[in-house]
C-alpha cells in the first residue's frame, strides 16, 4: 500500500508498505480524508520527537474494512472518526479520563503509532467514533482540530455576554468563533491572513482585524473599552505576527481577566512578554494541551470533548471544515519531492490543507 512515512527531518517520503496486520482489538481502516496540521510541520521540521519510519496522519476519518475477532460491536463499510491518541486506559490520568497525560501514552502518526495517511491503518477500536448519518467524512476529518476548541470552551472560561479577542485564526480559534456565536459578547479575530479574517467573520466573529494595522490597539479599545474579559492565544511560531499574540494579550485584557493559550509553539512570544502586566492587572493564565478529555465527572466518553464536538457537527452548529480549506488528492503525491513540498511549503494560503484518501 501507499503511505507517507516521516524518514526523518525535511524527509517526508511515498514509501510502499505491507497492507498492516490485525493486532488483537484493533480495527483495519481505510482512511477517507486526513488533515494535515502544524504539528506535522513542526515533526518535518524536527521540532517535535517522533518514531523514525512513523506513517504520518492524525487528523483523520475512515471505513472499516476489518475487525479483530471479538470485536462484534464493528461492521465493515462502517464510517468513523479516529481519536489518535494511544492509551493505556489503566493509570490515574487514563481513569480521570485525561488520556492525553497516559503514562504509556502515543499519538498516531506523531508517535508510538502509524497514522492514516496510508491506504490501510490498523488503529485499537476504543480510537473510534462511529459518525452521524448527517457528518461527512470530509467533515469528521476536522474533529480532532474542533475538539480543542470545544474543551477550551465548555471548561468555562468564557461566560454569556463576555468580550473575547481570538489572537491567531488556526483552524482552533475559527472553531471557537463558532461556539461563541450566542454568547452574546464582542468576539475580535485577529490574524495576518485576510482569508482566515474572513473565515472568522462567516462564522460569528463580529469584527476581524489585522495584527500588523497600527491601529490594531485603538480599534480593540474602541470595541472593548474596559479590555477583553478572554483573549484566547493560538501562538504557531510559523506565523511571524504570533511572536507577539502573548505580551498583547496582557496587555488588551482586562484588569481580573483570562488568557487562554490554545496553541504555545515557540519560545519568542514568551520571550516578549512584560511580567509586571499579568502580575498588576492580576491576570489568570490558563493552558488547555490536554486537546479533549473524557472527564468521567461529565460523562464520561459518551459526553467527551470528541463526542460533544461530532454531535454538534451533526446539528450544524459547527460548521468545517474551515474556508479556504485546500483539498490535495493522494494519488497526486507521486513521489517524495510531491511529499516533502506539501509540507514545506506550509504555511500556504490555504485556512487548512486536507487529503482526499480516494482521489
Ligand atoms: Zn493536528
Ligand atoms: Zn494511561
Request: net charge negative; hydrophobic share 45%; aromatic share 6%.
Amino acid at each position: 500500500m501507499r503511505a507517507v512515512v516521516a524518514r526523518g527531518p525535511g524527509q517526508f517520503a511515498m514509501e510502499d508498505r505491507p497492507v498492516p496486520d490485525l493486532a488483537p482489538g484493533h480495527v483495519l481502516l481505510r482512511p477517507l480524508f486526513n488533515g494535515i496540521c502544524f504539528t506535522d510541520k513542526h515533526v518535518f521540521d524536527g521540532h517535535v520527537a517522533r518514531s523514525a519510519g512513523l506513517v504520518l496522519g492524525h487528523e483523520f476519518s475512515a471505513e472499516v474494512v476489518g475487525c479483530a475477532p471479538n470485536l462484534g460491536d464493528w461492521q465493515v463499510g462502517e464510517r468513523v472518526s479516529v481519536d489518535p491518541r494511544i492509551r493505556c486506559g489503566q493509570c490515574l490520568a487514563c481513569r480521570a479520563g485525561l488520556e492525553m497525560q497516559c503514562r504509556d501514552g502515543g499519538f498516531l502518526g506523531v508517535h508510538g503509532a502509524d497514522g492514516g495517511l496510508a491506504e490501510f491503518v490498523s488503529v485499537p477500536s476504543y480510537a473510534l467514533y462511529r459518525l452521524p448519518d448527517s457528518v461527512a467524512p470530509l467533515h469528521a476529518a476536522c474533529v480532532e482540530a474542533a475538539c480543542c476548541a470545544t474543551r477550551a470552551v465548555r471548561s468555562g472560561v468564557v461566560a454569556i455576554g463576555d468580550n473575547v479577542v481570538l489572537l491567531g485564526l488556526e483552524d482552533y480559534n475559527l472553531y471557537v468563533a463558532q461556539w461563541l456565536k450566542r454568547q452574546g459578547g464582542t468576539v475580535v479575530a485577529v490574524d495576518p491572513d485576510p482569508a482566515r479574517r474572513a473565515a472568522a467573520l462567516r462564522f460569528g466573529a463580529s469584527i476581524a482585524l489585522d495584527p500588523a494595522s497600527e491601529t490594531l490597539v485603538r480599534d480593540l479599545r474602541i470595541a472593548m473599552p474596559a479590555g477583553a474579559d478572554v483573549v484566547m492565544v493560538a501562538m504557531e511560531d510559523y506565523v511571524p505576527a504570533a511572536a507577539r499574540y502573548v505580551a498583547m494579550a496582557h496587555r488588551i485584557a482586562r484588569t481580573q481577566g483570562q488568557v487562554v493559550m490554545m496553541r504555545a509553539y515557540g519560545s519568542q512570544g514568551f520571550a516578549a512578554i512584560e511580567p509586571s502586566v499579568a502580575w498588576l492587572k492580576e491576570l489568570t493564565i490558563r493552558h488547555f494541551g490536554n486537546f479533549f478529555g473524557n472527564e468521567p465527572a461529565r460523562g464520561g466518553r459518551p459526553r467527551g470533548d470528541w463526542q460533544v464536538t461530532l454531535d454538534a457537527m451533526a446539528r450544524g452548529a459547527i460548521a468545517a471544515p474551515p474556508p479556504n480549506t485546500a483539498i490535495v488528492e493522494f494519488s497526486r503525491l507521486a513521489d517524495d519531492a510531491e511529499v516533502s513540498a506539501l509540507f514545506a511549503g506550509m504555511p500556504g494560503s490555504a485556512s487548512k490543507i486536507i487529503v482526499d484518501m480516494n482521489a
